[in-house]
């Protein structure tokens, strides 16, 4: 199949044929990379302990914070060159992936710059104690100088993934996981580095995956778009649309970011370095379970994006019921796994003798309770943000994060201790539903008088 035929099938292919082709990649890829966290979380409490795994739990809310800028750039330029592609200005979408990798190389150089002197700091103010402090910098300070692997291979992924080549993009995430897993056994239990040797896996798994992003734009021959040097620059119009259309990816990250740090101080504040390791256990089980359904957004975006750049309105809307229905599926699946096996799934970070074994298992049932609602939320911010549409997108993101979830985490543990920092998310998770399924209500009658006017 030619290069452009990938870009043709978008507009042409049947529609559930299409998800599975992009979003099984793109499932897999998500897994594979909610994995690097898993693997680390798993092998650190097993060969270090309880505080080690509450120092890596503490270094999640930093990252997520920074990793709001390659959402940004990555989605954003994702969604325009699919809507480039969509209407055959293939100049223009180059322009947008070389925009991509200058943006990348040149916010690692200065994040490196800015975090590594003032890491303790940085740390702290994310809800680190003294007694985990110093290896969580340790911890840190690899994965910071490495970043510019992360942000070229998850953030140039996405763009390999906008202009067609899917399997490619899941390929890219598999070696750099299957490496991790392996150096993260090999650092940990065999030469005893600990949380150093956990960092130290991950940055060299991603950059294997990087080099895998290098081959595939300046050697195979398979690229659709050229990342041509002269691309490799700003341009203020590109950016500007680029910012726009990611701008709902940034939001969604930034309020992640500060629930996840506020949710790591409140439970510092009811139960101490113990309630942090059970975040880092119950956030690692349960990202690993829904990032298949951001996973199936995802993959679904260059078909949205394609289908509204040509004016295909009833391909968007079959897309998008189908996606709403598979996503509904997978978290039901992943609610009935953790209800039925919490116990097994905490015994395997810090083995089934641990003290925090019973409370543990208690949050992890908590906070999973109201799992199959999630989907609806994250797809629909998704298929907003493909349709550039930000503000509907940045709108629905804001319902859980912001407007019920923060407040429930500032109240409801001064009610009723470690356990309203459990129930705060099963609560806003049933809240942004009921206020997002009207938004799905809304949509789905626009795409039909669409389709009666001719699309």
Request: proline share 3%; aromatic share 12%; hydrophobic share 55%.
């Amino acid at each position: 199949m030619g290069r452009g035929e990938h870009v043709r099938e978008l507009g042409e292919l049947n529609i559930f044929r299409l998800i599975l082709r992009y979003s099984t990649p793109s499932i897999v890829s998500t897994v594979v990379d909610a994995a690097y966290n898993l693997i680390d979380r798993i092998f650190v409490g097993r060969a270090c302990g309880e505080e080690a795994l509450a120092a890596v739990t503490v270094c999640f809310s930093p990252t997520l914070f920074f990793l709001a800028f390659a959402m940004t750039v990555g989605h954003g330029s994702a969604t325009m060159v699919s809507i480039m592609l969509g209407e055959k200005r293939r100049d223009a979408a180059e322009a947008y992936l070389g925009q991509a990798a200058f943006l990348f190389l040149a916010f690692s150089v200065m994040l490196a710059a800015v975090v590594v002197p003032n890491m303790e700091a940085v740390l702290r103010f994310f809800g680190a104690t003294e007694k985990i402090l110093p290896m969580a910098s340790q911890y840190y300070t690899i994965l910071v100088c490495g970043i510019v692997f992360e942000k070229i291979s998850y953030g140039l992924g996405n763009l390999i993934r906008a202009e067609g080549r899917p399997a490619f993009a899941m390929g890219v995430i598999l070696v750099g996981g299957v490496v991790n897993a392996v150096l993260d056994y090999v650092f940990l239990f065999h030469f005893g580095w600990g949380v150093r040797g956990a960092a130290a896996a991950t940055v060299i798994a991603q950059a294997c995956a990087s080099v895998m992003v290098a081959h595939f734009y300046f050697f195979s021959g398979r690229n659709y778009l050229k990342l041509r040097l002269k691309n490799v620059r700003v341009r203020m119009d590109a950016l500007r649309n680029m910012l726009s259309a990611g701008s709902p990816s940034f939001v969604i990250q930034i309020l992640a970011a500060f629930s996840t740090m506020l949710f790591v101080m409140q439970a510092r504040n009811f139960g101490a370095e113990g309630a942090i390791a059970i975040i880092g256990v119950s956030s690692s089980v349960n990202i690993f379970l829904y990032l298949p359904v951001v996973g199936l957004s995802m993959g679904a975006q260059p078909i949205f994006g394609y289908n509204w750049g040509a004016g295909n309105f009833s391909r968007v809307r079959e897309a998008f019921v189908n996606i709403l229905l598979l996503s509904t599926g997978i978290c039901v699946v992943g609610f009935a796994f953790v209800e039925i096996f919490a116990g097994e799934i905490f015994s395997l970070f810090l083995g089934g003798d641990s003290p925090l074994m019973s409370t543990g298992e208690r949050a992890m049932r908590i906070l999973a309770c109201m799992f199959p609602l999630i989907g609806a939320n994250i797809v629909t911010s998704g298929y907003f943000q493909a349709t550039k549409r930000p503000k509907f997108s940045i709108f629905v993101t804001t319902l859980r994060q912001l407007i019920f979830l923060a407040p429930l985490l500032f109240c409801l543990p001064h009610l009723v201790g470690l356990d309203g920092v459990w129930a705060s998310f099963p609560i806003a998770d049933f809240a942004a539903f009921a206020l997002t399924f009207a938004f799905i209500i809304r949509e789905l009658r626009s795409l039909d008088g669409r389709v009666r006017i001719g699309g």
